[in-house]
């Protein structure tokens, strides 16, 4: 007799809700004077979704942490998760839907489109929006923040190692068509320029784009010796490993301003080692609060959980900032609490989440890496005024393994 299999699924409630929200059922999320909820807005679907569990993981890993202190002002911290699917409009309509739900701060782990969007969205009822993760930059009002990497110190941080492990500076720029990826090229323009290196083409791809063929061909067509991309999420994959199929890993280097640890899974061992990386945190930083952490998210969420990231540990970072905001508060005002956001704040993790200026994450403040088997290697800094030489295929600088 054969054997049969059953297998037995569950679903929670924030499963559900989003299944139901997915399928068309209007969202309905009573207002609870009980509690301070938060709203997480992440790409739980669509290109940007790479990176997405982990950030959830990292919100409810913070909120979990802030009940287990005491909560906020006398009231019980809750999450409240929403899909922007990696669509404008749609991250307008979800935004809407927190701030209908009650929420006094939004977090959004989105394309910095679906961020704008999300601002319209929360328009002028002052409540907290941060985006923490690597973006652009832009306009901040009291309630309007934009934390994280920016592409200007990225690309200072790894232009110089990049050409002197090519031996060339002939640069081939690929992202996304929209405003990320045309303020990155812009701003790593002017980085390459003053390097000493030459930007030979700047092209970009629709959002969601999965063949990369034709531009590959440009790549080895224009003598391309450095490539850089600034591609999002499952184009990213896409692109990296395509460019490491047809052979261009083997004769460019390659730079990615993107490509963090969920990324760097998805892209896999061979497709990802040797691209060059900058962010201001690494999974396996060799510091004790960081062992730390990756120690009690892995118990809480098991040895299977995706990597923790630059961009799932800003989401950490911000809600355990807002919490301490709004714990320094007299009241639950929400723009009492923006104000605090604003004002210096204490180590959270491993560094400082204070209020960034424009051209936040200086080229010092960065970790450089390179993808290796299993994660990154970090780079030891080059010696001031070290130039490119030679044409070693290998950058000459110290690598030590993560």
């Known amino acids: 007799m054969g054997s049969r299999v059953v297998v037995t699924a569950s679903v929670d409630d924030q499963g559900l809700a989003w299944l139901m929200h997915r399928r068309g059922w209007p969202r309905l999320v009573a207002q609870d004077p009980g509690v301070h909820r938060i709203g997480l807005l992440v790409s739980k679907s669509g290109p940007n979704a790479v990176n997405s569990i982990a950030c959830e993981y990292l919100a409810q890993m913070a909120v979990d942490e802030i009940n287990s202190d005491g909560g906020l002002r006398g009231k019980r911290a809750e999450l409240l998760v929403v899909d922007d699917a990696t669509d404008p409009h749609r991250a307008f309509v979800e935004s809407r839907h927190l701030l209908a739900a009650g929420c006094r701060a939004i977090i959004a782990s989105v394309t910095s489109a679906s961020f704008a969007a999300a601002c319209q969205g929360v328009g002028a009822s002052g409540i907290p929006i941060i985006q923490p993760h690597l973006n652009e930059g832009g306009p901040e009002t009291t309630s ?179 919490s301490a905001a709004a714990r320094r508060c007299r009241n639950d005002d929400p723009i009492s609490v923006a104000n605090q956001l604003h004002a210096p704040r204490e180590r959270i993790a491993r560094r400082s989440v204070a209020s960034p200026p424009p051209d936040f994450a200086h080229p010092g403040t960065l970790q450089v890496g390179q993808a290796r088997i299993g994660g990154f290697a970090l780079v030891d800094p080059a010696p001031p005024g070290r130039t490119t030489r030679g044409r070693a295929r290998r950058s000459s600088s110290p690598l030590r393994a993560l």
């Open 144 to 322: 309007v923040f934009r934390w994280g990497e920016r592409p200007l110190a990225q690309v200072r941080a790894l232009a110089q190692v990049a050409m002197e492990s090519a031996g060339g500076r002939r640069w081939y720029l690929i992202g996304n068509d929209y405003c990320w990826s045309h303020a990155a090229h812009r701003d790593s323009k002017r980085v390459i320029s003053e390097a000493g290196g030459h930007v030979i083409a700047s092209t970009f791809a629709r959002l969601g784009t999965l063949d990369f063929s034709r531009v590959v061909e440009d790549i080895e067509r224009k003598g391309t010796e450095i490539v850089l991309s600034t591609l999002v999420g499952a184009d990213e994959v896409a692109f990296q490993r395509q460019a490491h199929s047809a052979g261009i890993r083997s004769r460019c280097e390659t730079v990615s301003l993107t490509m963090e640890e969920a990324t760097r899974e998805r892209v896999g061992d061979a497709a990802a080692t040797g691209i060059w990386v900058a962010f201001s945190y690494f999974q396996s930083l060799d510091d004790r609060e960081g062992d730390e952490l990756s120690s009690r998210y892995r118990a809480q969420f098991g040895q299977l959980a995706p990597p923790i990231s630059s961009f799932s540990h800003a989401v950490y970072e911000a809600l355990m900032s807002y």
